[in-house]
C-alpha cells in the first residue's frame, strides 16, 4: 500500500512540473535573435501556457524575456495572457518594456471593445514611448481604434507617431472596399 502511495505522489509531482524539454524549447524560442512566427508558437502546442506564464510573473526574469514571453503567451493561449495584459497595462511601475508588450497584445487578446478604453489613457498619457506602442495598437485594432488615433492626432498634431499610426488608419480605410448596398 504505501508503494503505490508512493507511486502515486510521485507521478503527480512529475504531472505538475513542466516538461523540461518543452521548457528549453521554449526558452529557446524566447532568446532567438530572429522573429519567431505564431505557427512556430502554436506548434508548441496548449502546454506551453504555464511556462510561458511563469516566464511573465518571474520578476527575475529580464523585463524584455517577459515581454516575449506575454507577446507568445497571447498566441498560445490567449485567454491565460487576459489577466496578464490587464495587470500590466493598468501598473505604471511594470517595466516599459512588458507594459509596452501587453498594449501590443491587448486588441487580440481582450478583443477590439475590451481593449479600446484601457488603451485610451495610454495614448493621451505622458511616455511618447507607451503614446507611439498605444497608437500603433489602436490602428491595427480597427475602425473604433482607428478613430481614436486619428481624434488624437488632431488634438496634437506635434506627436508624430501617433500621425503616423493615424495615415496608416487613413490609408487603409482608404483602401478597404467600399460594402455594397
Do not use: K, N
Amino acid at each position: 500500500m504505501r508503494l503505490c502511495l508512493s507511486m502515486l505522489l510521485v507521478t503527480t509531482i512529475a504531472a505538475a512540473e513542466p516538461d523540461a524539454g518543452l521548457r528549453g524549447r521554449v526558452e529557446g524560442l524566447l532568446g532567438s535573435y530572429r522573429a519567431v512566427s505564431a505557427a512556430q508558437w502554436r506548434a508548441l502546442g496548449p502546454e506551453a501556457g504555464p511556462v510561458l506564464a511563469s516566464i511573465v510573473t518571474d520578476s527575475t526574469v529580464l523585463p524584455t524575456f517577459r515581454a516575449r514571453a506575454l507577446a507568445a503567451l497571447g498566441v498560445v493561449d490567449p485567454a491565460s495572457a487576459g489577466p496578464h495584459v490587464r495587470r500590466l497595462l493598468a501598473d505604471a511601475s511594470a517595466p516599459l518594456a512588458l507594459r509596452s508588450a501587453a498594449v501590443g497584445a491587448a486588441p487580440s487578446v481582450l478583443g477590439e471593445q475590451a481593449a479600446l478604453p484601457l488603451l485610451q489613457p495610454l495614448l493621451v498619457g505622458d511616455d511618447p514611448t507607451l503614446t507611439a506602442v498605444s497608437a500603433r495598437s489602436l490602428a491595427r485594432a480597427g475602425t473604433a481604434g482607428c478613430a481614436m488615433v486619428t481624434t488624437e492626432a488632431r488634438r496634437h498634431p506635434d506627436r508624430a507617431s501617433i500621425g503616423r499610426s493615424a495615415a496608416d488608419c487613413e490609408a487603409r480605410l482608404r483602401a478597404a472596399p467600399t460594402p455594397a448596398r
